[in-house]
T-cell receptor, first 121, second 110 residues
Framework: EVQLLESGGDLVQPGGSLRLSCAAS????????MTWVRQAPGKGLEWVSA????????FYADSVKGRFTMSRDNSKNTLYLQMNSLRAEDTAAYYC??????????????RGQGTTVTVSS | QSALTQPASVSGSPGQSITISCTGT?????????VSWYQQHPGRAPKLMIY???HRPSRVSSRFSGSKSGNMASLTISGLQAEDEGDYYC??????????FGGGTKLTVL
């Protein structure tokens, strides 16, 4: 079964750090680009970052550039988001997602249930 | 990168068809055929309904269709059903090699 499972969300103080993980299973993880998307409480979706299948190309939204680092370990089928200098406005549910090439290959999308980050003192 | 523009809300009666618009620029929607649409129900993760402008994942009903003209993309839902009620978001790849979402549209089935 194809699955994505996010973890690592927690309550953290402003200025603090957190590392999110997204464990993938059921498919060849290293073949597909991956994305992090977040949603603040009561707000819309916001694209955060994306990484190529090999991990050599990474892109960030301006709102997190310089503070967040996205990476992947294809040997562990795991995606990461290292979040530093956290701000109240980073409070959100964070979702990992697979590139649309996966949908072309498998005919369906898969998405995790998200992990919640709360930045507050 | 500015968000794509969607109407805040749309509504329709069961059986009717509705269309949700998503307006961008030549640097996003107009420049690439990488427009996606997501459905989200309260408390749930967003679900991909349309990708690459008009492609539909296998588990998505054929009542959902997507199109694009210039800098505007559209999601049409035909034969509206109560279960279609929820929030809908468009997204597009951009010239900056990033992605941008629309602000979301709340669909109410009357």
């Amino acid at each position: 079964e194809v699955q994505l499972l996010e973890s690592g969300g927690d309550l953290v103080q402003p200025g603090g750090s957190l590392r999110l993980s997204c464990a993938a299973s059921g498919f060849t993880f290293g073949l597909y680009a991956m994305t992090w998307v977040r949603q603040a409480p009561g707000k819309g979706l916001e694209w955060v970052s994306a990484i190529s299948g090999s991990g050599d190309r990474i892109f960030y939204a301006d709102s997190v550039k310089g503070r967040f680092t996205m990476s992947r370990d294809n040997s562990k089928n795991t995606l990461y988001l290292q979040m530093n200098s956290l701000r109240a406005e980073d409070t959100a549910a964070y979702y990992c997602a697979i590139d649309s090439a996966f949908v072309d290959d498998y005919g369906t999308d898969v998405r995790g249930q998200g992990t919640t980050v709360t930045v507050s003192s | 990168q500015s968000a794509l523009t969607q109407p805040a809300s749309v509504s329709g009666s069961p059986g009717q068809s509705i269309t949700i618009s998503c307006t961008g620029t030549g640097s996003d929607i107009g420049g690439y055929n990488y427009v996606s649409w997501y459905q989200q129900h309260p408390g749930r993760a967003p679900k991909l309904m349309i990708y690459k402008v008009s492609h539909r994942p296998s588990r998505v009903s054929s009542r959902f269709s997507g199109s694009k003209s210039g800098n505007m993309a559209s999601l049409t839902i035909s034969g509206l059903q109560a279960e279609d009620e929820g929030d809908y978001y468009c997204s597009s790849y951009t010239a900056s090699a990033t992605w941008v979402f629309g602000g979301g549209t709340k669909l109410t089935v009357l």
